[in-house]
């Protein structure tokens, strides 16, 4: 691929959906009540769980310190007493759903993030997760996985859970120079990562996943350099190579690197470094920010065209259905989204009295459903193919615009449908939000996005 050109990098560089979900999640509409809410969720267990089943997040919110780049939804915290009320109120907001759904939900995959997951102890872990377990059936396809925290994943850590059937475990690295570490208020050295990399593979775990961001203050091409050729050594399944989002309106304690960021050529060369040193190591690029080696279930589902997207990411879970739990936790029932309340003490408070934690919703129409599939074909397979009357609908607007980046190189389009070619990549999604209704119709500078690039 050839390197991006000045004018297209200035041009499309600017603040953009990551699509996790279509609509995303500034542009819901608040306009489900909870037994409506219900109702969807049971609609869409009916018409998928039997087949495919359910998949989980926990989120888990406390962190010992902060890391000053991050963007989660976290509280800071040594007070380990905060663990089990909080693994309560999960236990409960379980329940709730397990009132809702079929006795014993089929169970296709959980997923524990954070926050530091590993910030709870093996013991407030295997209680939330046995009761979980022991309530469903859990698919023998099932994935289960985990973040972890280098500095305090233990063995016990590594041990419980994979006892309870988790089999990937990925921690975030972000970056092995110190300078680095220092300036985000991570340190953890190489010498733990390590560590927590060879336990995950001496009880057995199958893939060890890493997090890497470029963008971050101190970077250069040498640390990045050296950072991949550690990275090399330690050699993970899959890696999620993020762009760092700065955005200190939302969390102000990033102005405390602000000055020593690289500028945005830099940011994108630094891309382009990690890129070309990922493919000399023999990871392969799955989509956006997502590397695994080949082989890796990813890579497999990449090449199959079975690969999924949700709010977790690129998954090889073919269930429609994923249910968020927790404070802050975003779940997808095909029909609709919910979100929970992101203050932790009334996300328990809530649990407490039986109540749903959905602070925000929104339910799908037909054209939404639509739109997602072909936003989804786009992120996951680089193409989508359409009707001549979808075509038609498309519009003028969004015609002239798909000419547009026909002509810069970057996707073909034809009336039955469009590929993103590999110099398109970049620009993945600059060219969803062609697509994206929602956003048209309301002022998208409203709202705080990462930029694309």
Known sequence: MRP???????????????YTSYPTVPFWEINLESNQWISLVKKAYHEFGDQEGIT?????????????????????????????????????????????????PKLAGIHLGGGTPTFFSPES??????????????????????EGHPNNTTREHLQTLFDLGFRRVSYGVQ?????????????????????ACDMAREIGYESVNFDLIYGLPHQTLETMEETFR????????????????????????????EKFLPKESEKRYLYEKGKELLNQMGYLEIGMDHFALPGDALYVAKIEKSLHRNFMGYTTSPS?????????????????????????????????????????????????IQIKKLILELICNQKTTWNLCFYTLLGKDIWEKLK????????????????????GIPFIRNICMVFDKRMKTRNEKKFTFSKAI
């Open 125 to 146: 872990l295997r209680e939330m997760l046995v009761f979980i377990n022991e309530s469903t059936e859990v698919l023998p396809e099932a994935e289960f996985s985990f």
């Open 230 to 257: 550690e990275v090399g050594n330690l050699r993970p399944d899959r890696i999620a190579f993020y762009s760092y989002a700065h955005l200190p309106s939302a969390f102000p304690s990033q102005k405390s690197f």
């Open 320 to 368: 429609k259905i994923l249910l968020g739990l927790g404070n802050s936790s975003i779940s997808d029932v095909h029909y609709a989204y919910g979100q929970n309340t992101k203050e932790i003490d009334l996300y328990k408070e809530q649990m407490g009295l039986g109540y749903l934690a959905l602070s925000k919703s929104h339910g799908q129409t037909e054209e939404d």
């Open 4 to 18: 991006i050109s000045a004018e297209l990098l200035q041009k499309y560089n600017v603040p953009a959906p990551r």
């Open 56 to 104: 989980l997040y926990i989120h888990l919110p406390y962190c010992e310190s902060l890391c000053t780049y991050c963007g989660c939804n976290k509280r800071i915290t040594k007070n380990h007493a905060v663990e089990m009320p909080y693994i309560t109120a999960v236990m409960k907001e379980w329940q709730t759903y397990l009132d809702i759904l079929p006795e014993k």
């Open 175 to 195: 970056d092995f120079d110190l300078a680095v570490q220092k300036a985000i208020h991570r340190i953890q050295p190489l010498e733990k990562v390590k560590q």
């Open 404 to 423: 547009e980046f026909q002509f810069e190189g970057l996707i073909q389009f034809d009336t039955s449908g469009m590929e993103i070619l590999e110099e």
